[in-house]
Structure formats: structure tokens, C-alpha cells
């Protein structure tokens, strides 16, 4: 079972639903062809719009590439700590801790450690409902 699942139920001090960075076993990939490799947790994920909540940690100059999901799909990025660089649909700015990025759905995006420290960010990824439904 990859890390990602295994995580999900998990939680500090055998409390569930509680987790953390320094908690976490995180899995390592390539993001969307960017560079280098990230590190990603699956902590949450259920069938009632929400398709996901991840912990992800960027590395310094590694990249999650830029990329596209379905139309009915929204993904939203809230940045914890480190510095980045986002693209959203060809501009190109600076986030940091605090930020939170909503990428739409059928949007083009990506994001780059521009930092001397790890990115760290959590990533809710969820289903919208399709018209006429």
C-alpha cells in the first residue's frame, strides 16, 4: 500500500485526523513532468466533492510542472511555509505562507520552489457538481 494510503486514518498521539509534517511519511514523485521530486501524503479523500486533501513538500528548485485538470475539477493550493513561484493560466507570481491560490477548473497551473527552504503547502482538490445536476 503506497505511503499515501496508508496515511489516511492515521494521526498524532493516536488521535485520528490530526496530522503533520514531521508525522507523515511522505511518498516521493515527479509532479506533472516538473523537476526534480516532491514529496506528497494523501491524508483525506471521500467521495462528497472532495476527491483529496494532501500535505506536499517542495524541495528547493523543484517544481510541480504546469498542467491541467478536468473541467470539473477545482484545485486549491494553501501555501504553509517557503517561497514559490505560481503560473496560473501564463502569469507568473510570487506566493508565500499565508497565500492561498484556487486554481479552476480546466486551469492551467503550476508552482516552483523559488526558496532556500522546502515549499510546504496543503492541496484540496474537489469535484464540482456538473451543470444541470
Known sequence: MPASEAAIGEGRAGTKRHYGFSTVT????VAHDGIGEIGTVRVE???DGLEFI???SIPPGATVGIHRHALDNE???VIISGEGEMTVEQETFPVGPGDVIVNDPGGEHGLRNVGAQEL????????LAKPGR
Open 54 to 56: 494532501d500535505l506536499t
Open 26 to 29: 511522505m511518498r516521493r514523485e
Open 120 to 127: 510546504r503547502m496543503v492541496v484540496v482538490q474537489r469535484r
Open 45 to 47: 479523500s471521500s467521495g
Open 75 to 77: 484545485e486549491i493550493y
